[in-house]
């Protein structure tokens, strides 16, 4: 079992999910949770503005450690989720499905409805948003989560909670400092990591100067010189978080880590947004513009083969 702030580690126990039923409303009588039967995830796709998300028809259960017994959503006939919210571009890393579902349903559930932040168990213990991404770390476990998966889907929730301070009952001070150190490890980690990559590449700007960690070495040397610097700087910085401060090592070592990897990837998802929405309005230029690249390509192959 973990220690009382959550921060210890957490024996997989898929029990503590099970069947929570189904809310009373005018149109159907309560359904008991049954403890003895596995959670039900039974969700109904709607889609309107062009947006898609999902209700749920059924609750999910789920017994924490130190506060008891969950039954969410609290309505099944106002609550909406649009399952794990994760960017597009990152889902190679934490898919929209997966082990992790129920658990990322659970943690929806506790945050909604937005007018009211916090979230009374069925044992009259109140949780707050801080408090309900400790559950979701919890029963990310329980949930059979990959260890390095749960702590990247904990930790970007807690960043979200630290940036919007909503549901969290702290006072306004505390709130935007956890901004303010959000916002400077980003741009931290931004600035440091174009300094390093132009390093890299010995790129020289007169007034930047190069990083002493990595020097006038060779490409390799300063490669791994970059690389564990980001490391050894992030995990240093995240005493600034606080009590977030895994997230915000995890957070830290993430970004700097896969800087370029994300970068790249926004390109990509950018550009093809772009052509996406290029070839729904303009179907036909679309098409020529299309056939045109083709031929150029292949006057390219032509071309290279021609010169060998």
Not at 68 to 86: A, C, I, K, N, Q
Not at 121 to 143: H, I, N, P
Not at 146 to 161: D, F, G, K, P, Y
């Given at each position: 079992?973990?220690?009382?702030?959550?921060?210890?580690?957490i024996a997989?126990?898929?029990?503590r999910?099970?069947?929570?039923?189904?809310d009373?409303?005018?149109?159907?009588?309560?359904?008991?949770?049954?403890?003895?039967?596995?959670?039900?995830?039974?969700l109904?796709?709607?889609?309107e503005?062009?947006?898609?998300?999902f209700m749920m028809?059924?609750?999910?259960?789920?017994?924490?450690?130190?506060?008891?017994?969950?039954?969410?959503?609290?309505?099944?006939?106002?609550?909406?989720?649009?399952?794990?919210?994760?960017p597009?571009?990152?889902?190679?890393?934490?898919?929209k499905?997966?082990?992790?579902?129920?658990?990322?349903?659970?943690?929806?559930?506790l945050?909604h409805?937005?007018?009211?932040p916090?979230?009374?168990?069925?044992?009259?213990k109140?949780?707050?948003?801080?408090?309900?991404?400790?559950?979701?770390r919890?029963?990310l476990?329980?949930?059979?989560?990959?260890?390095?998966?749960?702590?990247?889907?904990?930790?970007?929730?807690?960043?979200a909670?630290?940036?919007?301070?909503?549901?969290?009952?702290?006072?306004t001070?505390?709130?935007?400092?956890?901004?303010?150190?959000?916002?400077?490890?980003?741009?931290?980690?931004?600035v440091?990591?174009?300094?390093?990559?132009?390093?890299?590449?010995?790129?020289?700007?007169?007034?930047?100067?190069?990083l002493?960690?990595m020097?006038?070495?060779?490409?390799?040397?300063?490669?791994?010189?970059?690389?564990?610097?980001?490391?050894v700087?992030?995990?240093?910085w995240?005493?600034?978080?606080?009590r977030?401060?895994?997230?915000?090592?995890?957070?830290?070592v993430?970004?700097?880590v896969l800087?370029?990897?994300?970068a790249?990837?926004?390109l990509?998802?950018?550009?093809?947004?772009?052509?996406?929405?290029?070839?729904?309005?303009?179907?036909k230029?679309?098409?020529?513009?299309?056939?045109?690249?083709?031929?150029?390509?292949?006057?390219?192959?032509?071309?290279?083969?021609?010169?060998?």
């Amino acid at each position: 079992m973990g220690a009382p702030d959550g921060s210890g580690p957490i024996a997989e126990e898929p029990r503590r999910f099970y069947d929570g039923g189904i809310d009373e409303s005018a149109e159907q009588e309560e359904v008991r949770p049954d403890p003895r039967s596995d959670a039900r995830i039974e969700l109904k796709r709607v889609v309107e503005g062009g947006r898609e998300y999902f209700m749920m028809q059924r609750r999910i259960a789920y017994r924490d450690r130190h506060l008891g017994e969950f039954l969410v959503p609290r309505e099944t006939g106002t609550f909406h989720t649009d399952l794990t919210s994760v960017p597009a571009f990152l889902t190679w890393l934490v898919p929209k499905t997966g082990d992790h579902l129920p658990a990322t349903l659970l943690h929806d559930g506790l945050s909604h409805p937005k007018d009211v932040p916090e979230y009374t168990s069925t044992d009259g213990k109140v949780v707050w948003r801080a408090e309900a991404d400790r559950v979701l770390r919890d029963a990310l476990a329980d949930a059979g989560t990959a260890l390095i998966r749960r702590w990247l889907i904990w930790s970007a929730v807690a960043m979200a909670t630290m940036l919007r301070g909503e549901g969290t009952n702290w006072p306004t001070w505390l709130k935007w400092r956890y901004r303010l150190i959000v916002g400077v490890t980003g741009l931290g980690i931004l600035v440091l990591g174009t300094w390093a990559t132009l390093d890299l590449f010995d790129v020289e700007i007169s007034w930047l100067g190069g990083l002493w960690w990595m020097g006038n070495r060779p490409w390799w040397v300063e490669l791994v010189g970059g690389l564990t610097a980001a490391i050894v700087f992030s995990v240093v910085w995240s005493v600034t978080w606080g009590r977030f401060w895994r997230a915000g090592a995890v957070v830290g070592v993430s970004l700097a880590v896969l800087l370029h990897v994300t970068a790249a990837l926004l390109l990509i998802s950018a550009g093809y947004q772009v052509m996406e929405r290029f070839t729904k309005k303009a179907p036909k230029a679309a098409r020529t513009l299309a056939c045109l690249g083709l031929l150029a390509a292949l006057a390219g192959f032509i071309a290279v083969l021609a010169t060998s």
